[in-house]
């Protein structure tokens, strides 16, 4: 399978994002998607110097800045893209937090501003659109539209807009149909086993080589582990209140163990597979605790027998992990459960 639809994107692997406690299945799938946007991307990289030229012209120092939804509409982007921007301000030392808020630590500089890099082609353009409706919920499974439509909306030739369409027909979210019409494809039960079977052979494929040179990363795996273990502690905490940054440890637990298989495709097309199932199951599964533990409990488990050296136990954990997974997508969309009770 290849991930011809990923190449314009430059994939890499997602860094540290978080999100308020809730609708944590909509953040999932912006973790994911947003990683298309981000990396070395111009929209990035034109919405962060728009988010300076605001905070330069209309926040004076320690003084709070707007919500982050309202300037995610202020700059046509997404919550995700925005509180990404407003961490890398305060790793720069623009920003602080206060009583929960961001708030002004310094006055805006000529280095905290990115180079505008190369205009995007419009066909680009219409690609990185279409993925932020998908994000935003404006397309969903089963609606229809026409290449001539998309182009009026865009003003750009349907020509342009087939080809970004074919290119993301790749990742499974869109299909054709008759007289140029396109479908936001619906993920059904056959799509998610045969994307999570292929999950399986690709995870378990690279845990399994690394046990062949474990020295160089093992650090890494001790070190996510402590990770996981005081993420694991907060979980269990009462009253409950959902870790911010679990989504983020889980997507550094998978990067890193396919990472250990030594095969620069394997993130790519693991991204592939995460792309069509983020895109949809958005709107249902708020996170309860015992789903944090579990997961949480499932990746302690894989790292121990890591650390420890024994193969076996690690990969056997890592396919009873990714099978528990695999329930859980199965049982996140209604229609689905709807289908498979019938």
């Known amino acids: 399978m290849v991930s011809k639809g990923l190449s314009w994107c430059g994939i890499a692997p997602i860094l540290s994002l978080s999100q308020p406690e809730s609708r944590h299945a909509y953040y999932e799938a912006e973790v994911v998607i947003q990683s298309h946007l981000m990396n070395n991307s111009p929209l990035y990289t034109h919405a962060q110097n728009a988010l300076l030229n605001i905070l330069r012209a209309e926040i004076p120092v320690n003084e709070p800045l707007p919500i982050q939804e309202d300037l995610a509409k202020r700059l046509n982007t997404s919550r995700t893209t925005v509180h990404r921007i407003l961490k890398a301000f305060k790793r720069s030392g623009l920003l602080k937090n206060q009583k929960g808020s961001f708030v002004m630590k310094r006055l805006v500089f000529k280095k905290d501003y990115l180079p505008e890099p190369a205009a995007l082609t419009r066909r680009e353009m219409v690609e990185r659109s279409l993925i932020e409706k998908l994000v935003r919920q404006d397309l969903r499974p089963g609606d229809r539209f026409s290449e001539l439509a998309l182009a009026r909306e865009y003003e750009v030739t349907t020509v342009t807009i087939r080809e970004a369409l074919l290119s993301l027909s790749h990742l499974g979210v869109f299909s054709k149909t008759a007289r140029k019409q396109w479908t936001v494809v619906a ?39 402590k990770k996981m273990q005081e993420c694991a502690a ?78 076996a136990e690690a990969v056997n954990q890592l396919q009873a992990h990714l099978e528990h997974s695999r329930q859980r997508w199965l049982s996140s969309s209604p229609d689905i459960l709807e289908k498979l009770r019938g």
Do not use: C
Not at 194 to 202: A, C, G, K
């Open 187 to 225: 993920i059904d039960a056959q799509m998610i086993n045969e994307l999570m079977d292929l999950r399986i052979l690709l995870e378990t494929f690279a845990l399994g080589r690394y046990f062949q040179k474990p020295s160089p990363m093992r650090e890494a795996f001790i070190q996510i582990r």
């Open 234 to 311: 907060i979980i269990n905490q009462q009253p409950f209140v959902a870790p911010k940054d679990f989504l983020d440890l889980d997507k550094e637990f998978h990067n890193l163990i396919l990472g250990a298989g030594r095969n620069r495709y394997l993130v790519e097309e693991m991204e592939f597979i995460y792309f069509p199932m983020h895109s949809q199951f958005v709107r249902h599964n708020e996170w309860g605790q015992e789903r944090f533990k579990l997961a949480a409990t499932e990746h302690i488990t894989i790292l121990d027998a890591v650390i420890a050296g024994d193969k």
